[in-house]
């Protein structure tokens, strides 16, 4: 009777005469957001003109950027508190001062961190849960043409500085910062910076170079190593030992004003790049000896190579580091791919490859295309390894995908179905689904929201219009709804992005941002439109 009961009395009686399975208390305790709904809005709220990044995983912060965007803005969420002298206070509309910003969020301070010619990422922000540390980025302009030079290769867009602040973010204090200058690290919603635990990695994609970093409770960011040109500390220093010991070797063949001439053009020939980079290297060897073993008979070992590796091989040279990601404390996700893939938005039908690296034994141990579906099956069943969330954080541990919830899987599996079938039209479209799922990977860090508003074992809703997925929506007309699973007829809230009458007139495309609190019954929805003051509702629970 209580199971099916949605009665928050009858909730809180149940669980106190039973006792959850095993492993099953936190998901038993998430039940309860079936009853604690944000039941109310307040359209069109009075607030700062800030925009508005995303609570803080552990709910203690909500981020927000200055207009100018020269200025960071911490507010810690209260709950809304009134005095009410009537006897039946749920009958009466809240009081004017209950329904501005302020009731809701306590502003913490404001602090500066861009210069003058610089701008705050406003995309950009990854959380450290364990020490409450929040890791921001401002750049200068960016340059599209900008020359090649000091090793970067053509056609990558350079940023004069790029600068990544460490704040703690319980009294705005700037502990370190970190700076890359005429470099270019994909910042839009953190896709070319990954935090795991206290790790991060950076991707230069100018210079296809994997920085990791340590960021210690101190405070501090740490260099641990850099992977690109070269994998392991001493590969530098024995590249320029060996050019060295072949300059000794031409001295003693040729007369003293020759000898420091070539020295020092075989010294620059070796700083020049005459060999691939040292991940480049490890790629080529993996590829080479997979194909190797595939067959034991010598002279279809030849053929296999000749047609699978040599005749590919200039592309497999020409390949670029796009993303990386963690997977555990020593395995990166690193995807390859075209130089134009490395600066376009959409990817999605682009030829890429996938690597798995061993930071510590620096070796390639996996290799797939994006098209493989050997890839896509491994995703299927363990798309949860690929988010790669902190140890520390007990709130991203619940997010919904296919590999833990089963109507996440039936739809991707639905999906699926649809673009599979015998003949060869469809095995392009099958394919081309493939490829699209897999243009998602590596992950984006932190990109999701925590919230059991988006549990697909408890809501239903239109993943079209809103979803855990921080990203801009096209807004709509009509309130989005949340369905129970459980009650597949029972609505249990409502979310409408934009002023409480609607649009009278036809106005541009107006786009809305979410942004759900992971704990209390507690979201914000921020309607923009172009050349238009954004309109921002409170949604709560009264």
């Known amino acids: 009777m209580f199971k099916t009961n949605t009665n928050l009395t009858a909730r809180i009686f149940h669980r106190q005469i039973l006792t959850p399975r095993p492993s099953t208390s936190v998901h038993c305790a998430r039940q309860f957001y079936e009853n604690l709904v944000p039941n109310c809005t307040i359209y069109n709220v009075d607030c700062p003109d800030h925009s508005f990044r995303k609570f803080t995983d552990d709910g203690q912060y909500l981020i927000s950027i200055s207009r100018n965007h020269q200025d960071l803005i911490v507010y810690r969420p209260t709950w809304l508190s009134f005095s009410c002298k009537e006897e039946n206070c749920h009958s009466h509309d809240l009081p004017p001062k209950a329904k501005r910003f302020d009731s809701f969020f306590t502003q913490l301070y404001c602090v500066s961190l861009a210069s003058s010619n610089e701008l705050i990422c406003k995309d950009f922000f990854l959380y450290v849960e364990s020490n409450q540390f929040g890791l921001f980025a401002t750049s200068t302009v960016q340059i599209q043409d900008a020359p090649a030079t000091g090793g970067a290769i053509d056609g990558v867009p350079s940023i004069e500085k790029i600068t990544f602040h460490l704040v703690r973010l319980e009294d705005g204090i700037i502990l370190d910062e970190k700076v890359f200058c005429n470099d270019f690290v994909n910042l839009a919603h953190s896709t070319g910076v990954f935090l795991y635990d206290d790790l991060l990695s950076i991707m230069s994609l100018r210079y296809q170079k994997i920085h990791i970093l340590q960021i210690r409770g101190s405070g501090n960011l740490v260099d641990v190593r850099v992977i690109g040109a070269f994998c392991r500390e001493d590969d530098e220093l024995f590249l320029n030992s060996h050019a060295q010991c072949m300059a000794f070797l031409d001295n003693s063949r040729q007369d003293e004003s020759s000898t420091v001439e070539n020295g020092q053009q075989h010294h620059q020939h070796i700083q020049g790049g005459s060999f691939l980079s040292g991940i480049k290297q490890r790629l080529l060897s993996f590829i080479f000896r997979g194909i190797w073993n595939e067959e034991t008979d010598h002279t279809l070992r030849v053929q296999s190579l000749k047609k699978k590796f040599y005749f590919h091989f200039q592309d497999y040279v020409d390949l670029i580091m796009w993303k990386v990601q963690f997977l555990d404390r020593h395995h990166l996700l690193i995807k390859f791919g075209s130089l134009d893939g490395g600066v376009s938005r959409n990817t999605d039908q682009l030829p890429a490859f996938f690597a798995v690296y061993n930071m510590e034994t620096t070796e390639i141990i996996a290799f797939y295309q994006n098209s493989a579906d050997e890839l896509y099956h491994l995703f299927e069943q363990f798309c949860d390894h690929f988010h790669a969330t902190s140890r520390a954080s007990s709130h991203m541990n619940f997010i919904s995908s296919h590999s833990n919830s089963i109507h996440a899987l039936e739809q991707l599996r639905s999906f699926k179905n649809k673009a599979s079938n015998m003949s060869q039209v469809t095995f392009s479209l099958r394919e081309a689904f493939v490829k699209k799922l897999m243009a998602s990977l590596p992950f984006s860090c932190q990109s999701q929201s925590p919230s059991p508003y988006f549990d697909q074992s408890l809501f239903r809703f239109d993943e079209k219009l ?70 921002v509702n409170i949604h709560f629970r009264r």
């Not at 009458?501 to 541009?508: L, S």
């Not at 759900?516 to 309607?527: D, E, G, K």
């Open 466 to 535: 809103i979803s855990a997925t921080d990203r801009h929506r096209q807004s709509t007309e009509h309130p989005i709804k949340f369905i129970s699973r459980r009650q597949p007829n029972s609505l249990k809230f409502k979310i409408k992005p934009g002023p409480e009458a609607g649009e009278v007139v036809a106005r541009p495309k107006r786009i809305s941002s979410f942004l759900f609190h992971p704990i209390l019954p507690l979201a914000l929805s921020v309607q923009q439109t172009f050349m238009q003051p954004s309109v």
